[in-house]
């Protein structure tokens, strides 16, 4: 199984200066979360930062697990799709197995499971929000940056869904 790639190409100027961090969505409609990893048949790719934000690539893939749960383990459709996410540094889902989600970990990708679906707009605001503040320290990794980088009282977002108390 292969990924068909989508790239988007826009002039460089329609972001910030700021180094954008790479998302991927799994999504069905590219419009809302609202997939399992293994089930997925898309991922929308953004670049975020604190101010802007772009879509600059879908993966469509043809093959996709069931979502009860249940891998054949002889086709191996999880690694094609660590792969094909390759440079993101957060990966959001409803829900992801144990062994993708150690396959996603070992590829620097943070995966953020979700209770329940959500327009991705609203998980693009709550990212850039995030990288307005104070990220958690698995953020500030990805983005090469040390704590005291960030202003010490701003809020942050927890990635359960719930805002930062």
Known sequence: MTARRLCLIEPEETMTSETPLKIAI???DRET???HFGSARTFAVYEVTPTASRMVEVLAFDDATDQDGQHDPVDDRITPKVDALAGCALLFVLAIGGPAAAKVVRAGI???KRKAPEPIADLIAQTQAMLAG???PFL?????RRPSDFDADAGGI???GEGAQ
């Open 33 to 35: 979360l609202d997939a």
């Open 158 to 160: 927890d990635y359960a």
């Open 140 to 144: 500030r990794k990805a983005l090469g």
């Open 26 to 28: 799994a999504t069905n």
């Open 110 to 112: 943070h995966p953020i």
């Open 134 to 136: 104070t990220p958690p």
